[in-house]
């Protein structure tokens, strides 16, 4: 029984603003936004005024890969 784990995906767009994740201790950035200010705030959703855990970001690179550009 898991009942005390939840997950709530969101795209760094729509998590960094307005939404406030106090009782997340763990964030994910699966896909970096170009601008780093976005993800700054995404992450920060976490660090907010009572938070009581410790909070933990993982970022996720792959090396060895080509992003093409338009």
Do not use: C, H, M
């Amino acid at each position: 029984d898991y009942s005390d784990i939840f997950v709530f995906l969101l795209t760094t767009r729509v998590g960094g603003l307005g939404v406030n994740l106090t009782s997340a201790n763990r964030v994910l950035i699966y896909d970096p936004d170009w601008n780093p200010t976005t993800d700054l705030q995404a992450r920060e959703r976490a660090w907010r005024i009572g938070q009581s855990r410790d909070v933990v970001i993982y970022r996720l690179l792959t090396s060895g890969t080509v992003k093409k550009l338009k």
